[in-house]
């Protein structure tokens, strides 16, 4: 019987790793295989929750790290916060007064203010200090 609880909850591990494929319980269903072997070698129940909890934990702690590189591997950044440090060209003077400003940065127009409420003017060249909404803060490129 007890066995059989174990394949169960492997099922449902699997069930819910298939749902939310995000390499959160498929650790667990290998744990409660290890669990439904010693269950099935009559093995006692104590003995089987601590290979459950052992063998999970290991699992996930020597395959995780390498699963998730090769499940991450194809996919694109899209973290808004690289923007920050990069420079724009301004080609709508910034003043944060009138509420007014626009940057082309990377050959797209945003929306920007100056993030120490200077007035920028158009054509000078800015750096990106942070993001706000789906503004950019930016202040004037220091030239050192």
């Known amino acids: 019987m007890e066995t059989i609880i174990w ?9 819910i790793e298939i749902f939310t494929m995000g390499l959160t319980t498929i650790w ?16 006692p129940i104590w003995l089987q929750a601590v290979l459950f909890v052992v063998v999970s934990v290991l699992v996930m702690i020597l ?3 390498f699963a998730m590189k090769v499940i991450n591997k194809e996919r694109t950044k899209t973290n808004i916060d690289d923007l920050v ?3 724009a060209l301004v080609i709508e003077d910034i003043d944060n007064q009138r509420g007014q400003g626009k940057v082309r940065f990377q ?10 409420d200077t007035v920028l003017e158009k054509e000078e060249t800015v750096v990106i ?15 050192d």
Do not use: H, N, Q, Y
């Open 7 to 15: 394949l169960i909850i492997v099922a449902i591990m699997l069930v």
């Open 28 to 43: 667990f269903s290998l744990g409660a295989v290890a669990a439904a072997i010693a269950a099935g070698l009559g093995a």
């Open 63 to 65: 395959v995780r790290p």
């Open 85 to 87: 440090g990069k420079k």
């Open 107 to 116: 050959g797209m127009e945003w929306t920007a203010r100056s993030a120490d």
């Open 129 to 143: 200090k942070a993001i706000s909404g789906v503004k950019l803060m930016v202040e004037r490129e220091r030239k």
